[in-house]
């Protein structure tokens, strides 16, 4: 080979090399910025979620609160008695506190502000132990308070000392302690814990209102009768527009 042909050789091999290293720079730099794109777009939809998804603040006093006879409970202003949200939950149902914690005084809300008649249903969907008996004790307990406006403090201090799904849990001691701190003041409430005076009556009702209803879980949200889908009942804007809508 001569010498004049053996440099031509190296200069290709040259070229070649700078060419896949350019190549190669390009592919590094297209990887970075699409990976910068990406993150941006993340956090972008993260802070809308947040945004979307953000809890209301109980703007003021509370709708009246009716506890009917037959267990479920009525929060609304006097003569408003549409469009209906009807709630039903699980005090031991994990998805039902995150549901109240999401979306509970979004319902507060509406309902006080007259734009909603909100019902609860309190059910036991589980069939085997702990959770059974930890939610019969529950909602038997929660069936002890009259008062409306009491029943509804219970009910959010269920929530918030929720036990777990694998322990037993709600024991007479807890719920009376919680029923003091939730400001009940009937004169046989700890007695009607203790002997879990409303278990038969509540698993009778939750039996039927399942089967009536032809729920397969909770917490299940209608609004006028018709289920919500989970990305409007557990996102509190939606929520509050689907019943606004309903409204007009």
Request: overall charge positive.
């Amino acid at each position: 080979m001569s010498k004049r042909t053996s440099e031509a050789a190296r200069a290709r091999i040259a070229a070649q090399r700078e060419a896949v290293r350019k190549q190669e720079k390009r592919r590094r730099v297209t990887m970075i910025v699409t990976i910068a794109v990406v993150a941006v777009i993340a956090i972008a939809f993260a802070v809308w979620s947040v945004r979307l998804g953000a809890s209301e603040k109980v703007a003021g006093g509370l709708a009246p609160v009716t506890v009917e006879k037959n267990g479920t409970v009525v929060m609304a202003q006097p003569g408003v008695t549409a469009p209906v949200v009807d709630v039903f939950e699980d005090f031991q149902c994990p998805a039902c506190k995150q549901f109240e914690e999401t979306s509970g005084s979004t319902l507060k809300n509406l309902a006080a502000e007259g734009k909603a008649k909100v019902v609860y249903h309190s059910l036991t969907i589980f069939r085997q132990e702990p959770t059974m008996g930890n939610s019969l004790r529950a909602a038997s307990a929660a069936r002890c308070v009259t008062d409306g406006q009491q029943w509804l403090a219970f009910h959010d201090k269920l929530y918030q000392n929720q036990p777990s799904e694998t322990a037993p849990g709600f024991t007479a001691d807890e719920l009376i302690k919680w029923g003091k701190e939730a400001g009940v003041n009937s004169a046989d409430f700890e007695t009607c814990v203790r002997e879990q005076r409303n278990a038969a009556a509540h698993q009778q009702l939750s039996d039927k209102t399942m089967s009536e209803q032809k729920l397969t879980g909770t917490p299940t949200v209608k609004l006028d009768g018709k289920d919500l889908e989970t990305n409007v009942a557990f996102v509190p804007s939606s929520l509050r527009a689907a019943v606004e809508a309903a409204a007009k």
